[in-house]
């Protein structure tokens, strides 16, 4: 059964009460975006939820191979495994925001690929050799949890291929196109096996934005918008680096890619949030009655997806509304899926 999980931001203060209400509401999972000049540290708010929950996966999604060494991200991310009874994920992409507001530009593919293999073994209590130093997590090795899985978001062909090669889940932010899924699926299980490794043994999601909404002149759409704008941002930046899926209408998107506004980074009134119609968004994203929902998250799940990552409201949306949008989705949308499978 496709298990889902939210994503939101680690905002202090609320993320142990939003994260018991997440759980009694039926979600399988809470991540955390990671971007320390917009919001707060997931680290600390990933440990406060632990303690008030019992079932829920929890992670950053996602951090980066450069704000932050590999020991320090695994001795982190460890902890939270510790203090939550083994229920840790670590979400890694090449970086955004968290990196464009401090001046510093994207990992390339070859930096990601070693800090994931340097992260697996940190978390694995092995050695680790970085610039001629070898070092451990000497307190990991003699933990009794197991290794906290690590989870590679990816858009392009490349990314897709090295997320499969080294990392033991990826989730693919491509939109809600059943077709690109299905591409990103085809393209991660070759590379897998191509790496000599069971082809079966990797986990595979996609990142989606969503909203359940009455009717078409309800106002989920606008709450999503700078959300979607984030994520086809992505897709064009991998059709500028000719890695997208093939025979897709990516205007959009690398119209989007061109004119995005880190300093507005996830806002409604960023320049590129306003080059995406309502047509755009609901194509894009999963928006529209629970129904509508629920048959195209079905869709998308007998993809073979193993996870799905509810992106939700953005981040400027006032606090009570964002929780009762994400509410709504849960009651009204997760029962129907979960109702869908045996």
């Known amino acids: 059964m496709t298990r889902f999980l939210l994503h939101t931001f680690p905002v202090p203060t609320r993320v142990a009460a939003m994260a018991e209400v997440c759980e009694g509401d039926g979600w399988d999972g809470v991540l955390l975006a990671d971007s320390q000049n917009l919001v707060g540290d997931p680290y600390c708010e990933l440990t406060l939820a632990a303690s008030v929950t019992d079932r829920l996966e929890l992670g950053p999604f996602v951090t980066n191979p450069v704000t932050r060494h590999p020991a320090v991200t695994a001795s982190a991310i460890a902890t939270v495994q510790e203090e939550s009874g083994g229920r840790a994920v670590v979400g890694i992409g090449r970086g955004d925001s968290s990196l464009a507001l401090i001046g510093r530009p994207r990992a390339t593919l070859d930096q990601l690929g070693t800090y994931v293999d340097q992260l697996r073994h940190y978390l694995s209590g092995e050695p680790v050799e970085i610039e001629g130093h070898e070092s451990r997590l000497a307190w990991v090795a003699e933990s009794s949890q197991p290794r906290v899985p690590i989870d590679v978001v990816a858009s392009g062909r490349r990314s897709i291929s090295l997320a499969a090669a080294c990392a033991d889940r990826v989730t693919f932010a491509l939109g809600a196109s059943p077709d690109r899924i299905r591409w990103a699926i085809d393209t991660a299980r070759a590379a897998r096996s191509r790496a000599g490794l069971p082809s079966e043994t990797l986990k595979v999601g996609a990142c989606l934005v969503a909203a359940v909404t009455s009717d078409r002149d309800d106002d989920a759409a606008g709450m999503v918008r700078?959300?979607?704008g984030i994520f086809a941002r992505f897709l064009g930046q991998a059709a500028a680096a000719g890695g997208a899926p093939d025979a897709t209408d990516l205007r959009t998107e690398e119209a989007v890619a061109a004119a995005y506004n880190q300093e507005r980074h996830g806002l409604a009134s960023a320049p590129q949030t306003a080059l995406l119609d309502d047509d755009f968004v609901r194509d894009f994203a999963v928006v529209g009655s629970a129904d509508h929902c629920v048959e195209r998250l079905t869709?998308?799940?007998?993809?073979?997806?193993?996870?799905?990552?509810?992106?939700?409201?953005?981040?400027?949306?006032?606090a009570r509304e964002a929780l009762a949008l994400t509410r709504r989705f849960a009651t009204e949308v997760l029962p129907g899926l979960r109702e869908t499978k045996p």
């Open 299 to 318: 869709q998308l799940a007998d993809t073979g997806l193993d996870h799905i990552v509810v992106v939700g409201p953005s981040r400027d949306v006032d």
């Open 226 to 228: 700078a959300n979607v």
